[in-house]
């Protein structure tokens, strides 16, 4: 089984601020730094600090060089990943805030991933293997519809949520991974009520597997009738900007190593929440190793 994350790259414009900027405002930051993000970047060094080996492809810019050197010092392969010599790589803005984050994202070549390089790269894929995606990269249903075709196992992180998501093939998808604003989304309820998301969720995919996250009340995973609840470790939390991402690259690396949902569910969220005590996004995530040497 080889697993393939087809997901965005940015660079993260992070700006520390004791309020988020208002309208008309013009606002002085604490600090500010830059960073390697994208959820597809920070999951794949997820994927890989919880032990997987994983393949990252996706397209960056004339400025990328950066990236594919960051994802191989975490021992990421890169061989899928397109140099785009002609456009600039995504990038994100960031405003930090008591911990909380509002963030705007500008695609780059994030969304000039086309179908040829789709299909050349699903080529090095068969039945069994696994797909990662999430909503930052251009030709989505294309990349859901061939995966699907090569009987590969699909995992979608809906983030972020957004119409277009309901324009992809979602009867293909084996697995979705969603917080509680997602997951509402998706289930097309307007409520935050986490029962009402579950059981939105449950009406709108009664076959498919769904691990929903909320915060300080924990996570779930719903599947048909099967619910399984997680309690959430509380901690401190710094900055939750790779959180969401910890938690789905810890999950799916656990229930694709033996199946066991529960224990997949503790295991991711025990690495988000020491991935909210520090500050940053792929930097924060822990390994397997020291969460084994932690925690036992």
């Known amino acids: 089984m080889k697993v393939l994350n087809f997901g965005s790259l940015n660079y993260d414009h992070v700006y520390e601020v004791d309020h988020f900027v208002q309208p008309k405002e013009t606002l002085s930051s604490l600090s500010y730094s830059r960073g390697f993000g994208g959820k597809g970047l920070n999951q794949s060094i997820a994927l890989k600090k919880a032990g997987l080996d994983v393949y990252h492809a ?18 990421v392969d890169t061989t899928y990943l397109v140099k785009d010599h002609r456009n600039a790589s995504g990038h994100a803005r960031i405003e930090v805030c008591n911990a909380e984050n509002r963030i705007v994202l500008y695609g780059g070549t994030n969304q000039m991933i086309d179908q040829e390089q789709i299909d050349s790269t699903l080529e090095h894929f068969e039945e069994g293997d696994v797909l990662l995606i999430q909503n930052e990269i251009s030709e989505m249903t294309h990349l859901i519809t061939k995966a699907h075709e090569r009987g590969m196992y699909i995992a979608f992180n809906t983030a972020p949520m957004n119409s277009k998501v309901f324009t992809y093939p979602l009867d293909m998808i084996d697995l979705f991974i969603v917080n509680e604003i997602e997951g509402a989304g998706l289930a097309g309820v307007e409520s935050d009520d986490y029962d009402d998301i579950v059981a939105g969720l449950q009406r709108q995919y009664p076959e498919t597997a769904i691990v929903l996250t909320v915060g300080e009340a924990g996570s779930y995973y719903i599947c048909g009738d099967t619910v399984i609840h997680q309690d959430a470790y509380p901690v401190k939390a710094v900055d939750t900007t790779a959180a969401g991402d910890t938690f789905s690259g810890f999950y799916l690396a656990s229930y694709l190593n033996d199946g066991d ?4 569910l503790d295991l991711a969220s025990r690495a988000s929440s020491i991935t909210v005590q520090e500050k940053g996004a792929a930097s924060s995530i822990p390994s397997i190793e020291w969460l084994k040497e932690r925690f036992g």
């Open 58 to 75: 996706g397209r960056v810019g004339y400025d990328g060089q950066d990236f594919i050197d960051y994802l191989n010092s975490y021992g």
């Open 261 to 264: 949902v529960q224990k997949a």
